[in-house]
C-alpha cells in the first residue's frame, strides 16, 4: 500500500534552515507529481509547493507566493523521495509539513512533521 513517511522537521530560529524528506513507497514515485503541503496552528492546510513528474517534456515545479525564494522542492527518483528546502525561515511558516500524493483521484498523507521557527 501507499505509504509516505516525512523527516527532517524541527527547532530553528528565524533566518535559519532545514531540508523536509518524504520517503514513498508502494506506487511507481516517478510518474507522478508529489506535493508539500502544511497546516499552521489555527489555519488551514495550505499547499506549498508541487513537483511533477520529470518523466514527461512538460515537468513543472510550482510554489505558493509567500515561499518563492526561499524554498525549494525537488525530488530522487530512484531513492522515491521528494525534499523540500527551507531557507530564510520566519515563524509564519511554523506548522506541520506533509508530504501528499494524488493518485487516480485519491490522496494519500504522511503523517506529517512539525516545523517550528522561534527564538
Known amino acids: 500500500q501507499v505509504r509516505l513517511v516525512e523527516s527532517g522537521g524541527g527547532l530553528v530560529q528565524p533566518g535559519g534552515s532545514l531540508t523536509l524528506s518524504c520517503v514513498a513507497s508502494?506506487?511507481?514515485?516517478?510518474?507522478?507529481?508529489m506535493r508539500w503541503y502544511r497546516e499552521g496552528p489555527g489555519k488551514e492546510r495550505e499547499l506549498v509547493a508541487t513537483?511533477?513528474?520529470?518523466?514527461?517534456?512538460?515537468?513543472?515545479?510550482n510554489y505558493v507566493d509567500s515561499v518563492k525564494g526561499r524554498f525549494t522542492i525537488s525530488r530522487d527518483d530512484p531513492m522515491k523521495t521528494v525534499y523540500l528546502r527551507m531557507s530564510s525561515l520566519k515563524p509564519d511558516d511554523t506548522a506541520v509539513y506533509y508530504c501528499?500524493?494524488?493518485?487516480?483521484?485519491?490522496?494519500?498523507w504522511g503523517q506529517g512533521t512539525q516545523v517550528t521557527v522561534s527564538t
Open positions: 513537483i511533477s513528474s520529470l518523466l514527461y517534456s512538460d515537468s513543472y515545479i
Open positions: 501528499n500524493l494524488l493518485m487516480r483521484g485519491e490522496a494519500y
Open positions: 508502494g506506487f511507481p514515485f516517478s510518474n507522478y507529481a
